[in-house]
């Protein structure tokens, strides 16, 4: 069946612009997350979703950054005022949860969308 | 906090060459562990996972033991293919509390030439 999808997969910004990053789980996955990946940083967790609700927004770098989930699939992450420095590839991740948190779950990823900000 | 170290990068091997990826952790109590690989241009995929000491993860003819006592998980293949080149992410998820997310290593590139 269908992956975790992602679009754009690529997007260019000018700084100050907002920008919106869209995901699609896999379907019937009920919990979904949003990493980061920048050079030199790694992969960062940013916020994990368990059907609309999101129990941790704890990696969210600023209040610039914002997320939302409806009917318990599409993700969308919204970077406001996007800055320089958020150039980097948001990748999303899904998977199935038997239980919140969802422990021996696989998370499944996306091909990520890869974000410069100018 | 809990975090990852695996070797700097990037590898270079010939084919068929032994692959030894280096990944320790810190962590309390006893995390699960995770090697995640991104082919080129591809997403993350899980390779192999292990949730509890002297586990052995494998697939694909790579493997890693869960090491405890040297809080150890590194990577290896006895034969590299040519196909193997990309990106190697060492990972893992705590356990109890926050068990979902996944913190990961900053990656090892690895390059297999013919």
């Known amino acids: 069946g269908a992956g975790v999808s992602q679009s754009p997969s690529n997007k260019v910004t000018e700084k100050g612009k907002d920008v919106e990053l869209r995901c699609d789980p896999i379907?019937?996955?009920?919990?979904l997350y949003w990493y980061r990946q920048s050079l030199g940083q790694g992969l960062e967790f940013l916020i994990y979703f368990q059907g609309n609700s999101a129990p941790d927004k704890s990696g969210l770098p600023s209040d610039r950054f914002s997320a939302e989930r409806t009917g318990g699939s599409v993700s969308t992450l919204t970077i406001q005022r996007t800055q320089q420095e958020d150039s980097a590839v948001y990748l999303c991740?899904?998977?199935?949860?038997?239980?919140?948190?969802?422990?021996?779950?696989?998370?499944?990823f996306g091909p990520g969308t890869r974000l410069l900000v100018l | 906090g809990d975090s990852v170290t695996q070797m700097e990068g990037p590898v270079t091997l010939s084919e068929e060459a032994f692959l030894t990826i280096n990944c320790t952790y810190t962590a309390t109590g006893y995390p699960s562990l995770f090697w995640y690989v991104q082919y080129p241009g591809e997403g993350l995929q899980l390779l192999l996972k292990a949730t509890k000491a002297d586990d052995k993860g494998s697939n694909k003819g790579f493997e890693a033991t869960y090491r405890k006592e040297t809080t150890s998980f590194h990577l290896e293949k006895g034969s590299v293919q040519v196909s193997d080149s990309a990106v190697y992410f060492c990972a893992l998820r705590k356990s109890g509390g926050s068990n979902y997310k996944l913190t990961f290593g900053k990656g090892t590139l690895l390059t297999v030439n013919p």
């Open positions: 991740a899904s998977s199935l949860a038997r239980g919140s948190p969802p422990a021996g779950e696989t998370q499944y």
């Open positions: 379907s019937g996955h009920t919990a």
